[in-house]
Nanobody, 123 residues
Framework: HVQLVESGGGSVQPGGSLRLSCAAS????????MGWFRQAPGKEREGVAA???????TYADSVKGRFTISKDAAKNTLDLQMNSLEPEDAAMYIC??????????????????WGGGTQVTVS
């Protein structure tokens, strides 16, 4: 079982930046996929970025060129650097981990451990 705790959310103006971090603890040895998804009020959950244990990274089209996902295996942390934030990026951002390989498109159905989320506001 893996525990995920996010941090780094907050409120920024359009065009601003935030860096989210996810700390994983517990049995992390069989994590093959980690990523971030987001959920805004009235909208469906959306995969934002994913990285698998090979280091393969995928992004949602809506964030390509603006967001960067990175993982520190030694520290068991997953970061999401978000630049050029837009009001449409406002959402609860949730860290996810799973024991099978995934991409941003399969992140939600291939991850079984989710954190509590961190709120991002852009206005």
């Amino acid at each position: 079982h893996v525990q995920l705790v996010e941090s780094g959310g907050g409120s920024v103006q359009p065009g601003g930046s935030l860096r989210l971090s996810c700390a994983a603890s517990g049995y992390t040895y069989d994590i093959y996929c980690m990523g971030w998804f987001r959920q805004a009020p009235g909208k469906e959950r959306e995969g934002v970025a994913a990285i698998d244990s090979y280091g393969t990274i995928t992004y949602a089209d809506s964030v390509k060129g603006r967001f960067t996902i990175s993982k520190d295996a030694a520290k068991n942390t997953l970061d999401l650097q978000m630049n050029s934030l837009e009001p449409e990026d406002a959402a609860m951002y949730i860290c996810a981990a799973g024991s099978t390989y995934c991409s941003v498109d399969t992140l939600l159905r291939r991850t079984s451990q989710w954190g509590g989320g961190t709120q991002v506001t852009v206005s």
